[in-house]
């Protein structure tokens, strides 16, 4: 069964603190995308990585880093955490089927 | 650029009604059209995937049509259940590329 996890289903974090998020898949997938979801706004890419060590933007790469060391691995970074980057935060990948899948989602409020 | 649009942004309908969801996208050229399922709080569960090439795609009680050429499919859903309250988005992906665009959502209630 396909499954794509990711480490937090909600966190509290403080403005300017550096943010981990991590992103599992054990389907042997090359592409790995984060997403942002925010009321009225839907689903924005920040960055995506199309194979190890590879990554390029999506539209809304300000303030995030990613890293993918491992193929099934793919890790988002807030390098100083704002209040605007409060949002749900969705992890997918993607495989040869082109059948996308997402995780449960990460929920992540900066005070 | 692509753009995708899904209208209505709600819909409500008494449980047992037929419905259809629609979804447009202003350039044709593209590589697929998925259609997801989220529930409140919760990730996105793909429903179906039609490629280019293909005008339709069935699952259970849902069925995804594709008109490239007018930019339009609609999801299809019979018999509606309380259980099929969600919200339904479609994504496109573009001829070459690797990120798909996402619409906004149709968020369904199907009342008991």
């Known amino acids: 069964d396909v499954k794509v996890t990711q480490s937090s289903r909600y966190l509290v974090k403080r403005t300017g603190e550096k943010v981990f998020l991590e992103c599992v898949q054990d389907?042997?997938?090359?592409?790995m995308f984060w997403y942002r979801q925010d009321p009225g706004l839907g689903l924005r890419l920040i960055y995506f990585?199309?194979?190890?060590?590879?990554?390029e933007k999506g539209d809304i790469p300000e303030g995030y880093s990613v890293s993918r060391e491992k193929k099934e691995r793919f890790s988002l970074i807030l390098e100083s955490a704002s209040t605007n980057q409060t949002s749900m935060y969705l992890c997918?990948?993607?495989?040869?089927?082109?059948?996308?899948?997402f995780g449960p989602g990460t929920r992540l409020t900066v005070l | 650029k692509q753009e995708v649009t899904q209208i209505p942004a709600a819909l409500s309908v008494p449980e047992g009604e037929n419905l259809v969801l629609n979804c447009s996208f202003t350039?044709?050229?593209?590589?697929?059209l998925q259609w997801f399922r989220q529930d409140p709080g919760k990730g996105l569960t793909s429903l179906l995937l039609?490629?280019?090439?293909?005008r339709e795609q069935t699952s259970g009680r849902l069925n995804a049509s594709l008109d490239k050429s007018s930019g339009r499919s609609t999801l299809y859903i019979a018999a509606s259940q309380p259980g099929d309250s969600a919200t339904y988005l479609c994504?496109?992906?573009?001829?070459?590329?690797?990120?798909?665009?996402f619409g906004s959502g149709t968020q369904l209630t199907v009342l008991p």
């Open positions: 990585s199309y194979d190890v060590k590879m990554k």
């Open positions: 039609i490629q280019s090439s293909q």
């Open positions: 994504a496109v992906r573009q001829g070459s590329a690797r990120q798909l665009t």
């Open positions: 997918a990948s993607r495989g040869n089927t082109d059948t996308q899948y």
């Open positions: 389907m042997d997938h090359e592409n």
């Open positions: 350039d044709s050229a593209i590589y697929n």
